[in-house]
Each structure stands twice: as structure tokens, then as C-alpha cells.
């Protein structure tokens, strides 16, 4: 493709029409555009706020014409550079439309703007006694367009799914500035091709979301958590197994294996005994009732465990959830930087997984740092390094792009939740028919590939 990566006084002249204050050239102000939370950089050439669709409509009518690179941002906390300007561009920042137009008690339906805080939003359903269960662990931080897009997957992942499972229907604008309606208010519909589906997850490659509709649930009452020590990683997931067979289902459970234990030790301050390797953190969720026996029946289960700390109030069970957020943090004792994975097995393959993950780690002198969503086989697979340290750096690439390869063979899949963006290899998962078909689909929406260019599948 041929790109403008460049803007002319015609075209500043059209964006100060068009967007008037919501536009900025200046290079302070365009440096926070130029990456996200990958750290990884780009080069912007201007970012805009579109305030209505309206907007974003002859905004992408324009730019389609002019053939200038569009780069679509909620609230750049993309861990695989998504929001990355890999070919100079536009950064749409969605931040500007973040309405929430109608929480309906009567539908259970949500519609919102794009660029609405998860937490906020989360806490205003919540004032309806509904419920919206993606949770990102970045949730404080993120756009539930953001989430929409990368299909954002989280702790209670394993009990109410993942963010496409909440999408009942969205608004969005392609290249040529058409303004297309997908799906909608109903929780059932089956009239054409499921074209909401297309665009949870696409990574801005379709087209910009501006609208969204989103199915609600009934607030659960209350949550108890359970943090569990084990010998070894192998013991924890084991015990996990018991769980599950016992028919309970928690709507969280997070591990962490011998590396993160060895870490944490490192920064003290925890209540677990040094014989503890590798934790299980557990939570359930329901009536009042419900909570109770749950928490007791999962502890009941969970027999062969060396220590075990439960949290039944909202304090004590932030103090359980904390040692979990703790973990990216003291891991940059490894090194001051990361390569970070968020690969996927099956449930059953974690155990295996993480074992040649480390096994690999280990063959290119790493240590590797494993946790996640275990109910889901959703591995947090990560790498710390010194950047200035060209030999170590070389190492760790390599070792993470052999634990890619190795995920496969575990019938898994590169990423489970933070997406592809410019950093991954879709071409080690995908079949060449099916990426093939998947460009085509990207074609028609958008022909002249101004949309993310380089990012994505
Ligand atoms: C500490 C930390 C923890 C994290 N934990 C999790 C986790 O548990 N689960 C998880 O899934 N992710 C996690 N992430 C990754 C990240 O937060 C998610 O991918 C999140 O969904 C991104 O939301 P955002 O608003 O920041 O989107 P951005 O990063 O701004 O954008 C993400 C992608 O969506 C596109 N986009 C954004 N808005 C629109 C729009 N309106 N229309 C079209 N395209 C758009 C962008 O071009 C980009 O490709 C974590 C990140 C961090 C830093």
C-alpha cells in the first residue's frame, strides 16, 4: 500500500475545521500517542477527538481519500502494541465519546459510547443492581471500546466468559465514512451473518466502534476469596482438578508457579510458610448463602494444600487479591525490562505448558516468571531482561519465540487475551487459507488499508 505520512497545510486545515479544539500537532502533546503499554514506539502526525459520529464519519471519509494511516485508541494500555503507529498516522483517540446513553433494568441492556472507563462503567451498572463481568486486570485503566476490540479477557473468565460474550451489538465507521449498525438491543438474533462477531476482537482493522450495546446480568450479592499454598505447581493444579470435579465452579482462579513464589519471598511481607512453591487463588460468587458454602465446600476439596488463608469482607479479600496484583511488579527483579506472553492452553495442558515454557527459559539461561488465569488455561508467560545487554537481550527473544512455537503443540493458541497487535507471529498459528480469507475480510471493509496497518493478523 501507498501512504500520505505526511500533512499538508490543506489537510491541518481540514482536521481544525472538522475537530476544531480536539486536534493537536504539537510534539509534546502527540508523544503519548506515539506508543502504549508496550512500549514500543511509532511517529504520529497529529491525534483527534471526535466528539459524535458525525465525526469520525467525514473524518474517515477523508482520510480514506487522502490515503493517511488511521490508528483507532481507547486507552492505550494495549500490552501488544495495538495502538503502536507502525506507518505514520492519525491517532483517533476515542476518549472523547464516553457517554453511557441507557442502562436498562427492563432489557438488561447496556448502550455506550466507546471510550467509557471499565471500572465506571462496571460501578454505574452496578447502581441498577446489574452486573457487567469483564474484568481486565487493567480495568481501572481501560475504554470498554479497547476491551471490545482485543475481545479483553479477565479473572472471572472462567465462570462468565469473555468480553464477546457480552456483545450484543455495536455502531461502527468504516473507510469511506459509511456508518453501519450490527446487531443490537435483542439477546437473540439470528437475521444475516453475526457481523458484531467480526468486530469483537478485529484490533481496529474493520472499522472504528462508536457505539456499543452490551448484555447485563443480575448483581451477584456477595464474593469470598480462598488463597491456597501448595509444595509445587504440580500439587496446585491437581487440587485444582478436584474442584472442578466436585462441580464447583469459581468465577476466578489464578496461579502462580515456583518462580513467582521465589520472587515474592524476595520482597517479603507475605503470610504463607517458606515450604510454599506455588499458590491457587480462588474466588466464588452468588447470594449471600451460596458464598458461604461454596467457600467452605471448595475448602473442604482442596485437602492436600500445606496453607490456606480465606477472605470473606471486602478488606480481607483485597488483602488475598493484592499478593496476586503484586506479582508484575516484583518481577522486575528479573531485569528492568519484559517480553511478555499471554498464551493459552487448554485447561488441562497448563501444568505440561508451563513446565517446557520453563525448560526453554532455562535453555537460553532465563527464569520464567508464570502466572495467570488457570480456569481458563490462560498463562501469563513472562520474561525480564536488560535491554542495554545486547546478548541477553538475544536470549530472551529467542526463548520467547520458541515457548510460541511450543504453545501450539499443546493445541493453544499465541494469545488468549492482549491480541496480536504488532508483536506477535500470526503466521506461526493461523493456516495460510485461513489468514488468506481473513485479509479478504479485511479488504472489504477496508481497501486501501489505512486502518492499523501492520497490526493485527
Ligand atoms: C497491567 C496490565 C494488565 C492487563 N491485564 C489484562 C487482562 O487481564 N486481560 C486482557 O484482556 N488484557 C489485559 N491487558 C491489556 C489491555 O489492557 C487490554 O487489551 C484492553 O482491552 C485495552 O483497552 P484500551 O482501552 O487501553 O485499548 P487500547 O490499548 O487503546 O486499544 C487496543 C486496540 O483496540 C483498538 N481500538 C481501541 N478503541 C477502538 C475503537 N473505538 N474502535 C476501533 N478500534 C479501537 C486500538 O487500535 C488497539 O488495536 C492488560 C494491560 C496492562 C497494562
Not at 508523544?31 to 464519519?57: F, K
Not at 507502525?86 to 476515542?94: E, K, L, Y
Not at 446489574?130 to 479477557?153: E, H, I, Q, R, W
Request: aromatic share 6%.
Amino acid at each position: 500500500m501507498t501512504y500520505t505520512t505526511e500533512l499538508t497545510a490543506d489537510h491541518k486545515q481540514f482536521l481544525d475545521e472538522l475537530f476544531q479544539d480536539g486536534v493537536k500537532y504539537d510534539k509534546p502533546s502527540l508523544r503519548v500517542y506515539e506508543s502504549d503499554a508496550s512500549n514500543i514506539r511509532g511517529e504520529v502526525l497529529a491525534v483527534v477527538r471526535p466528539t459524535c459520529v458525525e465525526q469520525v464519519s467525514e473524518f474517515m471519509r477523508w482520510a480514506d481519500a487522502e490515503r493517511i494511516p488511521v490508528h483507532p485508541r481507547g486507552r492505550g494500555t494495549s500490552l501488544s502494541g495495538g495502538c503502536v503507529p507502525t506507518v505514520p498516522g492519525i491517532v483517533v483517540s476515542m476518549l472523547g465519546m464516553d457517554r453511557i446513553l441507557d442502562i436498562s433494568e427492563t432489557d438488561f441492556v447496556a448502550t455506550i459510547e466507546p471510550g467509557v472507563n471499565t471500572v465506571a462503567f462496571q460501578q454505574e451498572c452496578e447502581k441498577h443492581n446489574l452486573f457487567y463481568p469483564p474484568d481486565p486486570a487493567s480495568s481501572k485503566a481501560t475504554s470498554v471500546g479497547g476491551n471490545v476490540v482485543t475481545c479483553a479477557g479477565g479473572l472471572r473468565a472462567v465462570k462468565y466468559g469473555v468480553t464477546r460474550d457480552y456483545v450484543l451489538g455495536c455502531d461502527v465507521v468504516v473507510p469511506g465514512g459509511k456508518i453501519l449498525s450490527f446487531g443490537g438491543r435483542t439477546q437473540k438474533d439470528v437475521v444475516g451473518l453475526d457481523m458484531t462477531r467480526f468486530m469483537v476482537g478485529s484490533e481496529g482493522s474493520l472499522g472504528i466502534l462508536t457505539k456499543l450495546y452490551l448484555k447485563l446480568i443480575p448483581k451477584s450479592e456477595g464474593t469470598a476469596s480462598l488463597l491456597v499454598g501448595y509444595e509445587s505447581l504440580d500439587a496446585a493444579l491437581q487440587s485444582m482438578g478436584k474442584v472442578f470435579a466436585a462441580g464447583i465452579l469459581p468465577c476466578a482462579v489464578e496461579f502462580m508457579n515456583e518462580t513467582v513464589l521465589d520472587i515474592l519471598k524476595q520482597t517479603g511481607g507475605h503470610p504463607w510458610p517458606d515450604s510454599v512453591n506455588s499458590l491457587l487463588l480462588f474466588q466464588v460468587d452468588g447470594s449471600a448463602e451460596t458464598v458461604s458454602m461454596n467457600i467452605e465446600q471448595l475448602s473442604n476439596q482442596i485437602d492436600d494444600a500445606l496453607w490456606r488463608m480465606m477472605g470473606t469482607t471486602s478488606d480481607e479479600e483485597n488483602e488475598l487479591w493484592g499478593y496476586r496484583r503484586s506479582v508484575s511488579s516484583a518481577s522486575y527483579v528479573l531485569g528492568p525490562d519484559r517480553i511478555g506472553g499471554d498464551m493459552a492452553v487448554p485447561r488441562g495442558q497448563i501444568l505440561q505448558a508451563v513446565r517446557r515454557f520453563e525448560s526453554l527459559a532455562a535453555q537460553n539461561g532465563k527464569r520464567l516468571i508464570a502466572f495467570g488465569h488457570a480456569g481458563d488455561g490462560n498463562i501469563h508467560a513472562n520474561l525480564h531482561y536488560d535491554a542495554s545487554d545486547p546478548d541477553d537481550a538475544k536470549r530472551t527473544r529467542k526463548a520467547h519465540h520458541e515457548m510460541d512455537e511450543a504453545v501450539l503443540e499443546f493445541g493453544g493458541s499465541l494469545s488468549g487475551e492482549h491480541g496480536v497487535g504488532c508483536l506477535k507471529n500470526v503466521g506461526l498459528q493461523l493456516g495460510k487459507d485461513e489468514h488468506e480469507l481473513m485479509l479478504k475480510v479485511r479488504g472489504l471493509f477496508d481497501p486501501n488499508g489505512i486502518l492499523n496497518p501492520n497490526k493485527g493478523y
